[in-house]
């Protein structure tokens, strides 16, 4: 049973526009959530994170939004750019110490000139 | 070198060969990280070593043995493997401290791995 679900397996958006990934989890015990970006033959590469005790985090043209009551986060980019076209990975965690991260399935973002 | 390094990049097998992936971390963290990704399907945890002591082994076949000689390089030994276990084999590492609190992960660019 997934734990970590991303439900939409890819999205376009326009140039310029703003890009809404979502994210839902079950786990009450995670309380750390990370979005990465990969690109192909690459690994993936870390882009923002929040904790349970935040419900906003935002770094640049990207902000990572935490409802806790519905078990949901989502990654806004905004304004979206060509080089923003890559798989995105929802992640979560325990929190406190070395626990691994349980992955979403990832939604494809393309970015439409 | 910078981050997290795997070697091989690509590696194709037999399902009688024994073979090592390698993963270096220059971040001077203190915990690794093995994933596996198969097509269609989300990264999976597969071990997890924290100051050298592996602390999870994700139920992961025993043809598949972790090393971690010290906090900067890990190892993942194959041996009689099947196909079904050809997947990108990601390695990562992050800093655990002592306090705890969040431990934000750094990926290397993986080994793609064919079993034939």
């Known amino acids: 049973d997934q734990q970590v679900k991303q439900n939409s397996p890819s999205l376009s958006v326009q140039e310029g526009r703003i890009s809404i990934l979502n994210c839902d989890y079950t786990?009450?015990?995670?309380?750390?959530f990370l979005w990465y970006k990969k690109y192909p033959a690459e690994g993936p590469t870390f882009l923002i994170s929040?904790?349970?005790?935040?419900d906003k985090n935002e770094d640049g043209r990207f902000t990572v939004f935490l409802n806790k009551s519905a078990k949901h986060l989502s990654l806004h980019i905004v304004p979206s750019q060509p080089g923003d076209s890559a798989v995105y990975f929802c992640?979560?965690?325990?929190?406190?110490?070395?626990?691994?991260?349980?992955f979403g399935k990832g939604t494809h973002l393309i970015i439409q000139p | 070198e910078t981050g997290v390094t795997q070697t091989p990049r690509h590696l194709v097998m037999g399902m009688t060969n024994k073979k090592s992936l390698k993963c270096e971390q220059h971040?001077?963290?203190?915990?690794m990280y093995w994933y596996k990704q198969s097509a269609k399907k989300p990264l999976e945890l597969m071990f997890v070593?924290?100051?050298?002591?592996?602390?999870e082994n994700n139920s992961v076949p025993s043809r598949f043995s972790p090393e971690c000689p010290n906090s900067s390089h890990l190892f993942l030994h194959l041996h009689t493997l099947q196909p079904e276990d050809s997947a990108l084999y990601l390695c990562?590492?992050?800093?655990?401290?002592?306090?705890?609190?969040?431990?934000?992960?750094?990926f290397g660019p993986g080994t793609r791995l064919t079993v034939l």
């Open positions: 990562a590492s992050s800093q655990v401290w002592d306090s705890g609190g969040p431990d934000t992960q750094y």
């Open positions: 786990n009450s015990m995670f309380d750390y």
């Open positions: 929040i904790s349970s005790i935040k």
């Open positions: 992640a979560a965690s325990g929190g406190g110490g070395a626990d691994g991260l349980t």
């Open positions: 971040l001077g963290h203190n915990a």
């Open positions: 070593y924290n100051f050298k002591e592996q602390t």
